[in-house]
């Protein structure tokens, strides 16, 4: 159990925006290197563009690439939270914030439910729960992977920053 109070609704939403902006940034870089792998493929001729005028356009009415791009996307969004929150418990935004997400022991997420906990988050929807859960401040995920977010003081957010290197 921790000492830090839970974190209230407004700075898990801020958090999620600055998090969401650099999301937004690993989609953009996933889908040039995946526009580039099938170009490649279409110029290596082992896929065919047909009579659509773009690469773009080949991938939009290919239901198996459109399907692909979209598993890429959820995944590099999955592997950025998961990432972060088995390496300090904090994201870039909740860094800024000085949020933390850990267990209820305290300690770190493993993969599995920081895996979890981003799947059942549902697109940062699940931190309305909070709303309901007001004396806890648990948000969806919270509940069901046995985890919470706190809020940290500036001396132990800084500590969380400098233990990583």
Request: aromatic residues 12%; hydrophobic residues 50%; charged residues 20%.
């Amino acid at each position: 159990m921790s000492d830090f109070p839970k974190a209230g609704l407004r700075r898990r939403l801020a958090s999620l925006m600055y998090d969401g902006l650099v999301v937004i940034a690993f989609a953009m870089l996933t889908t040039i290197v995946y526009l580039i792998i099938i170009q490649s493929f279409i110029s290596a001729g082992i896929l065919q563009l047909g009579e659509h005028e773009d690469v773009s356009a080949f991938i939009q009415n290919s239901t198996l690439l459109y399907s692909l791009r979209a598993i890429l996307l959820v995944l590099v969004s999955l592997l950025f939270f998961s990432y972060f929150w088995t390496k300090s418990g904090q994201t870039i935004g909740m860094r800024a914030w000085r949020l933390k997400v850990q267990t209820q022991d305290g300690d770190l997420l493993s993969w599995k439910t920081a895996m979890l906990r981003s799947l059942t988050a549902l697109l940062g929807l699940g931190n309305l729960f909070v709303l309901i859960d007001f004396k806890k401040k648990r948000a969806l995920q919270d509940f069901l992977c046995g985890t919470e977010v706190i809020f940290l003081s500036k001396e132990e957010n800084k500590k969380v920053y400098n233990s990583l290197d």
